[in-house]
């Protein structure tokens, strides 16, 4: 007696599902790559049930629903058969985790702080003792006061003090002043927590990846267009061509964004 195949022996695995569904839809892999902003080389290695391109399960499951929805395939049942296949959904990890596992990744486009912080030390030294010397009386500091001419206090101006010129702008005046009209120009500000960010120009090169943290903003140009994937969007600030922009986003979801020159519109 003949025991016959079970309908999950029988279905192909996920990569090879997405294929045939691509190919079935007479569709390239660059065609599926500029509709849903996923490299070519992902798509590639995706469709050969190859998933260490996608940095990690979180994105896996990401990029096999975009792929699904492209392809006209049901996201949530190849994101299960993805699990099974896998050992299984993990318990979800907390924020302070994945971020965690973050920092220790290298990023070799990212600012060295410690030489920032040292150079920053050593002005606030000079300007010390600058000011000590110069403001500390004497002939010379007599002369040097005789040289410089006084200047005419407009009306009224004894009452109002003048503002610090060393006073950062907010966020949205700089993003507004600093955006050319040629090209898109995105800023990104985190006020509080982490956020995971890449992003791509339109010829598809990386121009960034990494960690944002609170306090801290990345501001980028291109003639074109830009993609930005946050991995935690709902943190995240977007100053778009000069205009915040707002971008609705669920929590643990990662979130795909594209914008181009003119007014924001998200791709």
Known sequence: ???????????????????????DARLTVEEISTSTRVRVP??????????????????????????????????????????????????????????EAERIRPEPRG?????????????????????LVSGGGGESGQQTAEKAPSPTPSKGASEEPSPSRSSDPKPSESAIAGAPADKVTVRMTVEKDSSWVSATDHNGRLV??????????????????????????GR??????????????EPGQVQRLS????????G
């Not at 060295?112 to 600058?130: H, K, L, P, S, Y």
């Not at 960034?208 to 969007?233: I, W, Y």
């Not at 995240?236 to 986003?249: A, D, I, M, Q």
Request: proline content about 7%; charged content about 25%.
């Open 1 to 23: 007696m003949s025991i016959g195949n079970s309908p999950q022996e029988d279905r192909p695995p996920v990569g090879r599902a997405l294929q045939q569904a691509r190919i």
């Open 42 to 99: 992902i798509v590639h290695a995706i469709e050969q049930d190859d998933y260490s391109r996608c940095g990690g399960d979180v994105y896996a499951r990401g990029h096999i629903r975009t792929l699904a929805r492209a392809v006209g395939l049901d996201g949530d049942a190849l994101v299960a058969q993805y699990d099974e296949e896998h050992g299984g959904r993990p318990e979800p990890t907390p924020p302070a985790t994945l971020f």
């Open 111 to 131: 600012p060295n702080w410690t030489a920032a912080m040292v150079a920053a030390i050593v002005a606030v030294i000079g300007f010390v003792a600058f000011t």
């Open 208 to 233: 960034h990846e990494g960690v944002l943290r609170a306090g801290q903003s990345k501001t980028l140009t291109d003639d074109k267009r830009l993609d930005l994937v946050l991995g935690n969007p």
């Open 236 to 249: 995240v600030k977007l100053y778009v061509n000069g205009k915040e922009v707002k971008h609705p986003s």
């Open 259 to 266: 914008y181009t020159r003119g007014d924001p519109e998200a």
